[in-house]
């Protein structure tokens, strides 16, 4: 098992700048891979970023370019800095862990961006 926490969404305003944090309750140094979903209401759940135990990362086409994952093992927890932030990146985000099979999910934590 793995529990996940997301931390700091918020409201910015179009063009701004937020970093999403996620920590794990154990170390993600033995996961498959860590990454960032997102969700608006009435729609599918459809994946930002990616990054495998080997650091290798993959991003939705919406958002390469504006959006950087990142991972610190000695803290367990990984990052999404998003940049140049637009209306239509309004959503809840949700952090995720592929346990090679098994896959966890955070609470969400929102984010509005206003235009």
């Known amino acids: 098992q793995v529990q996940l926490v997301e931390s700091g969404g918020g409201l910015v305003q179009a063009g701004g700048s937020l970093r999403l944090s996620c920590t794990a309750s154990?170390?993600?140094?033995?996961?498959?891979?860590m990454g960032w979903y997102r969700q608006v209401l009435g729609k599918q759940r459809e994946l930002v970023a990616a990054?495998?135990?080997?650091?290798?990362?993959n991003y939705a086409d919406s958002v390469k370019g504006r959006f950087t994952i990142s991972r610190d093992n000695a803290k367990n927890t990984v990052y999404l800095q998003m940049n140049s932030l637009k209306p239509e990146d309004t959503a809840v985000y949700y952090c995720?862990?592929?346990?090679?099979?098994?896959?966890?999910w955070g609470q969400g934590t929102q984010v509005t961006v206003s235009s």
């Open positions: 990054i495998t135990v080997d650091e290798n990362t």
């Open positions: 995720n862990a592929d346990d090679y099979g098994p896959r966890y």
């Open positions: 154990r170390s993600i140094f033995v996961l498959k891979s």
